[in-house]
């Protein structure tokens, strides 16, 4: 995964891109963020500096496929102001549910156009969106999808979250079922070996293929800051934490332990290319770090 997250409108991405492909790996997930003020909110907008410009974007798509890489589009929406520190998009709770599906609906419709003029070959139609993405909003999901396929004929794929995906009830409408895959391995303060961290993947892949049951299983998120404590709660981005650069490493190890070869995978997007990375980096990034060792061993592999 590579987030399009620069801020100069300018910045190019072919470098980083051109380094993804150099892991082995052959597509990208290209991260768009939208943004709405709250969870409470009903219009979805571009954020002036943090979401990427239709010409960034396109030129992305475009230095991607360059370096030969597939492209899956993977929108995410973000809040400008949440009115709490647990507000994001997993709580959303619009004031106007319908007019939200709205500008929801045509954000999407024109990502599926530019989709299509730039031959990309996966949509994602949604992400974490837990308080939206039930039986109750069923309806309103089957509609914006419905409207996203009349302008995109590639595969559109949906992203439930490790904590919830055997709720969502829209997996029926699209062609990939996803998921961001941040599950603990390990408790909090327990020793964190290749071993524990290989035991915890192998108990969370049994409970997988149990619920896909033999629906293929693509990873749309999966990744480890590398900081102290990451296989216990590989979903904190915000907490300081001491550097450890080997802790990811082992979190990868444990993966490609359980997963290589599985008939049930997919795919998996690596969370995420962005960043300066090095020795010093607490973020999930693998540029620099030994992780990326993992990643291009799992690749070959």
Known sequence: ALGLF????GWSYRPLLDEIAATGADHVELVVPWYQTDAAATVIT???RFSPTRAALVAAIRDARAAGLAVTL?????????????EWRGTLAPADRAAWWRSYTARLVDLGR????????????????????????????????AAVRRVFHGALMYSGNWDHFRDVAVYDLVDVAGLCAYFALVEPGAPTTVEDLTRGWRD???????F????????TELGYRSVRGAGAAPWDEA???????????RCYAAFRRVWRGAPSLAGVYFWNWYGWGGPRSRGYTP?????????RAFFKE
């Open 114 to 145: 530019l989709a299509a003029r730039e031959h990309v070959a996966v949509l994602s139609v949604g992400s974490e969106l837990s308080t939206l993405d039930s039986a109750a909003d069923h309806a309103a999901g089957a509609a914006a999808v």
């Open 239 to 249: 907490s300081p934490g001491t550097v450890d650069l080997d802790e990811q490493r």
């Open 287 to 295: 540029r620099g770090k030994p992780a990326l060792d993992e990643l």
């Open 46 to 48: 571009d954020h002036p």
């Open 204 to 210: 969370m892949r049994v409970e997988l293929e149990r």
């Open 212 to 219: 896909f049951a033999g629906r293929p299983i693509v990873f």
């Open 6 to 9: 620069a801020e100069d409108a």
């Open 74 to 86: 993977f929108p995410i929406v973000r809040l400008s102001a949440p009115r709490t520190p647990d």
